[in-house]
T-cell receptor, first 113, second 113 residues
């Protein structure tokens, strides 16, 4: 089954404790992206990657890191999480030639206390 | 840079009644437009998209949307809603030559029996 998977689905952590949210897709998509969803703000892009070893900042990159060492994986790293990073996070992917339509993972709900 | 405004944050509607969700966008160049739906505790899935051609586009689950270039709008409609249409709906835009998908703030639809 074609899908985007994220782990973990739920995470409660404390301020300053480094964490990684994994994202993997099995559709051989070049483009991958991370979003955060906050009430009333919709989805805002954190980082995106056009292909392996090619990443760029989205609208809200502060406090986040990403890497793209393999085509299928695009982990999101929070080196020192803070309470304002409490949010619902989505990973998405698409083929580079397919404009706009993205395939979303199920989401990761992160709470930083 | 493009932006998207969804004019209603919440829309309560009775079962079998029609619903319209409003979306306006701003961009100085040609754009592609999308509506995504997010059911409770799930990721986003594509409802419909406008890339070119007919300004009336039909999507899944009986939804349709009309692209109005002069009014920079892309309103979503369904003539008769079901309880299962209870969800949050997101309008999104991408510039024709761009890589960034920008989302509106979302509209929560609550269908009442």
């Amino acid at each position: 089954e074609a899908q985007v998977t994220q782990n973990p689905r739920y995470l409660i952590t404390v301020t300053g404790k480094k964490l990684t949210v994994t994202c993997s897709q099995n559709m051989n998509h070049e483009y991958m992206s991370w979003y955060r969803q906050d009430p009333g703000l919709g989805l805002r892009q954190i980082y995106y990657s056009m292909n392996v070893e090619v990443t760029d900042k989205g609208d809200v990159p502060e406090g986040y890191k990403v890497s793209r060492k393999e085509k299928r994986n695009f982990p999101l790293i929070l080196e020192s999480p803070s309470p304002n990073q409490t949010s619902l996070y989505f990973c998405a992917s698409r083929p580079v030639g397919q404009v706009g339509e993205q395939y979303f993972g199920p989401g990761t709900r992160l709470t930083v206390t | 840079a493009q932006s998207v405004t969804q004019l209603d944050s919440q829309v309560p509607v009775f079962e079998e009644a029609p619903v319209e969700l409003r979306c306006n966008y701003s961009s100085s160049v040609s754009v592609y437009l999308f509506w995504y739906v997010q059911y409770p505790n799930q990721g986003l899935q594509l409802l419909l998209k406008y890339l070119s051609g007919s300004t009336l586009v039909k999507g899944i689950n009986g939804f349709e949307a009309e692209f109005n270039k002069s009014q920079t709008s892309f309103h979503l409609r369904k003539p008769s809603v079901h309880i299962s249409d209870t969800a949050e709906y997101f309008c999104a835009v991408i510039e024709a030559a761009g890589n960034k998908l920008t989302f509106g703030g979302g509209t929560r639809v609550l269908v009442k029996p």
